[in-house]
RNA sequence: GCUCCCUUCGUCUAGUGGUUAGGACGCUGGCCUCUCACGCCGGUAACAGGGGUUCGAGUCCCCUAGGGAGUACCA
C-alpha cells in the first residue's frame, strides 16, 4: 500500500500559519513513506469560496515548497460523483429526504438546550415519504446505537456513542453536497491513506466513519494535529490576527526558517531545533507530534531567520534582500554591490527587512544623526580624530578594505588613542548611527566620495556644537 | 448546556515509575571587541490543584479547575 496524503483547504481567505503546519506534516509525512501527496480545494461553500483565496493557497505553499503530486481538484467539479453517491445510499435506505423547517429545526435546538441536552436533529422524517419535487434536504442515516472508535495517530484510541451523533444533512436544498459528504466520498476516491489534518475535525471524523461505512469502505488512518495560537495564547485565527505566510515573506522571514519553525511547533526530536528539508524528511515522525495547541512565538523565529540568513549563500541573500531594498526606495544597481553588502549585514540581521534598513547608508545619506550616538561621539574631542580621518581618507590611493582598516589604524596610533576613539566618530559620521558592522567594511561600502562628504557633515556639527558651548 | 480533546520554565519542548526535571527562544551577568551583531562561558524560570495506586509518581488511575474544538442547509 502506497501512502497518500492530502491538504484539502477551504478557499475562503488565504493560507495562514495552522493550515501551513498542518500540510507541512501531510507533506512531509508522504514524503517520508514514498508516498503522494494531494491538494484538493473544498469550494462547495459556493458562497465564500474565492479564485483569489485559491491562488493565495496555492502561492504560498509553492513559498514554502510544499509541492503537491495530484490537484489540485476541485469538488466544485466533482458534484456528479457526489450525485451518483447520495443516489446511492437513497436507493439503499441509508439516506432519507427531510422537509423539516428551519423553524421546527431551530425550535428543536432550543429545546434540547433546555433540557441540558446535546441538540441533535430527531429522525421526525425517517419513516416520511418526502414528495422529491418538493424542496428538501437529503440526510444521512447515522447508526442509532453503538460506538465509533478512532484509532487516531495522534490522540491514540478515542470513541464516539453513536446517540451522541445525529442524522446530518448531505445534501442542500439548492442541490449542494455538503462537507461531511464530500470529504468522505474524496478521500474514497482519491485513495487516501492518511488523513491528517486539523484536530478542529476530530468532532467529525466519526460521522465520516459511518457514512465510509455505509458506503462499505474502510477509513483511512486518521492524525488530527493540534492548533496554533497566537503571540499572546489567544486563538489564532482569521478573526483574530491570524496573518497569511505571505505576510512573512514580505516582512523578510526566509521560507526555510519558516518552515523550521513550523515544524518544531508541536513535534520534536530530541534536542535538535534546525532542521533543513531533508532532515525533517527523514526524522519526521507523527506519532511524535504533540497533543496539546501551542502558541505561535515571532522571536524564536526571528532567531531561526537570523540563523539562516547567517548561514546561507551572500550571494541568495542579496536576491532576496533586493525586493526589500526597492520596498526602501532604493534601486541597489547604483551603488556598491548588494552581494558585499548583504555579506556584511548577514550576521547582523533577523529579517531582511532589518537587513535592507541597516545596509540603506550604503546606498543613501542618511537624513540625520541618531540623537544619542550624536551626543556621545560627535564631541569637541571627535574632532581632530575625524579631520585627521579625512585628510588621510582624501589621499588613500586604494580604497580598500585593507588600506581602509591600516588608515584608521595609523590614525589611531599617530593620536595614540584606542581604535575606538577613531572609529565610533568615524562610523557615526558615515552611517548615522553607533552601529554598524566593522568600520573598514563600512567605509568600502560607503564609498570615498560619500565618506568625505559624511564626514564633512559631522564636522560641521561638531562646530556647531562648540559655537553654541562657546 | 452537552459531547470530544488538551494541561512540564513567559514561549517551543525533552522526559514513557527511581533525573540535581534536560535543551532551545526570551530575559540576564561575563568574555571577545572599533560599535552592533555573531561566537563562547554562566544565571533566571516549570511538572495546574487535590486524591489514590506504588517502596517510589512529571510519568499510571480518579476528581476538580483552566483552556480548546464541535454542537450549521460553513468547512
Redesign the pocket.
Known amino acids: 500500500m502506497t501512502v497518500r496524503t492530502r491538504f484539502?483547504?477551504?478557499p475562503?481567505g488565504f493560507l495562514h500559519v495552522g493550515g501551513a503546519r498542518t500540510a507541512l506534516f501531510s507533506w512531509l509525512y508522504a514524503r517520508k513513506h514514498g508516498g503522494k501527496f494531494v491538494l484538493r480545494i473544498?469550494?462547495?461553500?459556493?458562497?465564500?469560496?474565492t479564485m483569489e483565496s485559491v491562488n493565495a493557497i496555492l502561492e504560498g505553499m509553492t513559498w514554502l515548497g510544499l509541492e503537491y503530486d495530484e490537484g489540485p481538484f476541485y469538488?466544485t467539479k466533482r458534484f456528479d460523483r457526489y450525485d451518483e453517491v447520495i443516489q446511492d445510499l437513497l436507493e439503499r435506505g441509508l439516506a432519507y429526504r427531510?422537509?423539516?423547517?428551519?423553524e421546527r429545526?431551530d425550535k428543536l435546538?432550543d429545546e434540547?438546550?433546555k433540557?441540558?441536552?446535546?441538540?441533535?436533529?430527531d429522525g421526525h422524517c425517517r419513516g416520511i415519504e418526502v414528495n422529491p419535487n418538493e424542496?428538501?434536504?437529503i440526510r444521512f442515516r447515522n447508526p442509532e446505537t453503538g460506538v465509533v472508535a478512532v484509532d487516531d495517530l495522534i490522540?491514540?484510541?478515542?470513541?464516539?456513542?453513536n446517540e451522541?451523533l445525529?442524522d446530518?444533512?448531505i445534501?442542500?436544498?439548492?442541490g449542494?453536497?455538503?462537507?461531511?459528504l464530500?470529504?468522505v466520498v474524496d478521500d474514497l476516491d482519491m485513495k487516501i491513506t492518511h488523513v491528517i489534518r486539523g484536530?478542529?475535525?476530530?468532532?467529525?471524523t466519526p460521522r465520516q466513519i459511518n457514512i465510509l461505512q455505509a458506503l462499505d469502505a474502510s477509513p483511512p488512518i486518521y492524525g488530527?494535529v493540534?492548533?496554533i495560537?497566537g503571540?499572546d495564547?489567544?486563538?489564532l485565527?482569521k478573526r483574530h490576527g491570524a496573518v497569511s505566510v505571505m505576510q512573512y515573506r514580505e516582512a523578510g522571514f526566509l521560507p526555510e526558517a519558516l518552515l523550521n519553525y513550523l515544524v518544531?511547533?508541536?513535534?520534536?526530536?530530541?534536542?535538535q531545533?534546525v532542521f533543513s528539508v531533508d532532515e525533517m524528511i527523514e526524522l519526521f515522525d507523527i506519532d511524535?507530534v504533540?497533543?496539546?495547541?501551542?502558541?505561535?512565538?515571532t522571536?524564536?523565529?526571528?532567531?531561526?531567520n537570523?540563523?539562516y540568513i547567517?548561514q546561507d549563500d551572500a550571494k541568495r541573500i542579496a536576491h532576496l534582500l533586493s525586493p526589500h531594498m526597492g520596498n526602501l526606495g532604493i534601486d541597489p544597481s547604483q551603488g556598491p554591490d548588494l552581494v558585499a553588502v548583504a555579506e556584511a549585514h548577514q550576521?547582523?540581521?533577523?529579517s531582511l527587512v532589518e537587513m535592507a534598513e541597516m545596509s540603506a547608508f550604503c546606498y543613501q545619506d542618511y537624513e540625520a544623526f541618531e540623537e544619542k550616538a550624536a551626543k556621545k561621539h560627535l564631541r569637541p574631542a571627535a574632532r581632530e580624530p575625524l579631520e585627521r580621518m579625512r585628510e588621510t581618507l582624501d589621499s588613500l590611493g586604494e580604497w580598500t578594505e585593507e588600506t581602509l582598516?591600516a588608515a584608521?589604524e595609523q590614525v589611531s596610533a599617530d593620536l595614540d588613542v584606542?581604535?575606538?576613539k577613531?572609529?565610533?566618530p568615524?562610523?557615526v559620521a558615515v552611517v548615522g548611527r553607533?552601529?554598524?558592522?566593522?568600520?573598514?567594511?563600512?567605509l568600502y561600502l560607503v564609498g570615498k566620495e560619500a565618506s568625505l562628504r559624511r564626514i564633512d557633515k559631522a564636522l560641521d556639527y561638531i562646530r556647531q556644537r562648540e559655537a553654541n558651548v562657546g
Not at 445534501?171 to 439548492?174: A, G, N, V, Y
Open positions: 484539502a483547504p477551504s475562503t473544498e469550494d462547495t461553500d459556493l458562497e465564500r469560496s469538488q427531510c422537509n423539516c423547517s428551519h429545526l435546538r434540547a438546550m433540557r441540558k441536552e446535546k441538540p441533535r436533529y424542496p428538501h434536504v490522540r491514540g484510541r478515542v470513541t464516539f456513542n451522541e445525529d446530518l444533512i445534501r442542500r436544498t439548492d449542494s453536497p455538503t462537507y461531511n464530500t470529504v484536530d478542529d475535525h476530530l468532532n467529525n488530527h493540534p492548533m495560537l503571540d495564547g489567544a486563538r485565527s518544531r511547533l508541536g513535534w520534536s526530536h530530541g534536542d531545533e511524535a504533540n497533543k496539546a495547541a501551542s502558541s505561535f512565538n522571536d524564536k523565529l526571528l532567531w531561526l537570523q540563523h547567517k550576521e547582523r540581521a533577523r582598516h584608521v584606542k581604535m575606538g577613531v572609529a565610533q568615524l562610523r553607533a552601529a554598524s558592522p566593522g568600520i573598514d567594511v563600512t
